[in-house]
């Protein structure tokens, strides 16, 4: 089994890179992951226990940056910040601890260990708006449990290409590449790895026997209920990864037609289809959902998945910085509407459109589906077709789906499932 890369012995070199990398991220231009994606790729000398002591410091000061920043209570700095984090995990050994001795507050060894004295957004690391949005929706306690779950770093999932394997063959040849795997508790199609280790190098994926994908995302995938045959349309498809997996549920027969909105996102798809062996899917870019290229499409797909842009505070493992950022949830509202209501038009009678996002937020969510079911008294909403092992025990399949880290192990995803009416 492979061994992870343990962040044991933290080196100034790390400490620099990760001081710039924050100071960067905090700008709020580019996200984090391209940000570190960038610099790694400009620093190929760096070795994969460097990158995973960078990459995990920075993720690690952007999960727990406002506690960080009370346990220091003076000036705040990039490096500080990076030095008081380390410190707090006890990663930071005499040596480091003297040389940047003038950079780390004094008296910050007594604070730690007292964050749970203070107000809950402070201790939790979470902006004022998004506690009370969730201390009204859940509840302190549940908030203390998600808080908690979100403020960890995600496991590994993978996504079996069933047009090229199954789950059991490919367990056995990730071990027999070096990578111990166990099946998602949830979606008969993937695997959980604990190791962090780059897996683009293994055959295995250069053979398209995998997609790397959270175990909640291949649920919205199973919940589209598409079958071989049908014409579906994934409205904002982004790279791609749940078209693949529609392709493959439907075993290549059939159509799907993959839009998106950024072109930039769409170009990733093409090379992914060719790996993962996928004939039936055809790449149509689009300006926006109301684009003229859809209008000569209108009422022709059984099933329409609409995976909304959103917040995506379900996503905070994955994603912390998106904590800091400034989020317009009445634009994004507004965008989600006006999504459901294009994929309204462009699904046949009796067909299905699936609405999902990685949001937490009950705004971007139960509030756009029932708002839409009351404009539009045609659509239904009707059982998702997921998994028993997902439903409430002994209770048929939801209408609408809520997935928690905290609760199922999961980013934080939403679904549900509206059915148009056959006309009369």
Known sequence: MKQKASPDRVRPF?????????????KGKVPADALINQVFRKNRQMGRRDRSIVAETVYDVLR???????????????????????LKQDLLDAGLRERYAE????????RIGEESSLPLAVSLSLPDWLAEKWQQELGDEEVWALATALN??????????????????????LAAEGYQAKPTPYS???????????????????????????????????????????????????????????????????????????????????????????SNTQILPIAHENDTKLTRLRGSFDVVLVDAPCSGTGTLRRNPDIKWREIDLEQLYHTQISLLEAAGRLVAPGGRVIYATCSLLQQENADIVEAFLTKHTDF??????????????AQEAPVMLQLYPHRHGTDGFFMACLQRGQPS
């Open 14 to 26: 790390h400490i620099e890179v990760a001081a710039n990398l924050v100071g960067e991220i905090f």
């Open 64 to 86: 727990h940056r406002r506690v960080l920043e009370w346990l220091m209570g003076t000036e705040v700095t990039p490096r500080a910040l990076v030095l008081v984090s380390l």
């Open 103 to 110: 950079l780390i507050p004094v008296g910050v060894d007594e």
């Open 152 to 173: 960890k770093a995600a496991p590994v999932d993978l996504r079996v290409n069933t047009l090229k394997t199954d789950r059991e063959s490919l367990l056995a040849q």
């Open 188 to 278: 008969p199609l993937g695997l959980r790895l604990n190791d962090r280790s780059p897996l683009f190098s293994l055959q295995s994926f250069k053979d398209g026997l995998f997609e790397i994908q959270d175990e909640g995302s291949q649920l919205i995938g199973l919940a589209t209920g598409v079958k071989p045959g049908m014409r579906v349309l994934d409205l904002c498809a982004g790279a791609g990864g749940k078209t693949l997996q529609m392709a493959a549920m439907m075993n290549n027969k059939g159509s799907i037609v993959a839009c998106d909105a950024s072109p930039r996102r769409l170009s990733q798809l093409k090379p992914r289809l060719a790996r993962a062996g996928v």
């Open 380 to 393: 239904i909403a009707i059982p998702l077709s997921l998994p028993e092992s997902i439903r409430p025990q």
